[in-house]
């Protein structure tokens, strides 16, 4: 009789334990439950900053167009040059000046013009200028053979080569001729276009290296004078070719050379390329995009994000 208290109070101090056990468990389970909640709504917070971010970087590479499109009409009652000295070509930045400041500053901006006819047309170059554009590639007369057979403008090559039988409609179309990969492509994408008008190329924007390749395939009487003459010009400070400036091709050279460079060359463009660079608390937009001013507004011609 005298143990049944003790078995009593055996069966109330298991009742607890359990109970404790119990509780301490169902502690565990409700913290694991609210670590994975604020998990999960720590990742979905990020999500809505990361797409916040996004659409505020896409809006403020897209006003850095509109800011580069506003310089070029700006710039279009004077253009019967353009040149390097002008604004639209010294806007390397805007970091300074254009912010994105709301609610705080937290963003950061670059726009870049370039003069789309400081490039080659690939579509419109002769055979004679491609020679020149390729020489520095491995097996450059073969890429210039394969390139006038993808555009249909040589009428037979290797039968396993790629032919589209017309003109390039983007750059990145050159990745299909044979002959030139991704490697030779990134060497010349900085110097070549398709959507310049014509095949003439801006004297007063062109890359020297590049012009000074060109005024060596021009197979002229005299390169070397032709070569002082322009480029005494173009070192100068503000120097460039124009209405009111040094007339282009300098009135030195024989008759001959003047042609062949008049053939080649111009003072002014109307085709540009604006591009703005956009971050907004590490979430980076770049817009690429080529305009055509010589219409009553500015016209779209290519247009790429990334």
Known sequence: MQDQPIVTLMKKEGKKAFFLVFALWLMLILSLFCLGLGFRTYISTRKTKLILNNTRSFYLSFSGIKIG???????????????????????????????????FSEGSLKVMISDESARININKADPTILKTLFSGLENSQEAVESFLYYCGKAESFETDASRKGEELYVLEELLLVQGIDLEAYDSLKDFITVDTSDAKININT????????LIDSLGLLDPQAAKAEIFDVLDREEGYFGPGRDMFPPAALQEDDKKKLSNLFKTNTDIFRIIS????????KKITCVVDRNRDRLETLYWYEE
């Not at 700006?74 to 400041?101: C, I, M, N, Q, V």
């Not at 062109?206 to 390749?213: A, M």
């Not at 660079?277 to 980076?284: I, L, P, Q, S, T």
């Open 69 to 103: 499109r506003g310089l070029l009409i700006k710039d279009k009652d004077d253009s019967l040059s353009d040149h390097l000295g002008e604004d639209w070509a010294r806007s390397p930045s805007f970091e300074s000046e254009y912010r994105f400041t709301s609610p």
């Open 206 to 213: 062109v890359d020297r290296r590049l012009l000074n390749s």
């Open 277 to 284: 660079e956009a971050e907004v608390r590490g979430c980076k």
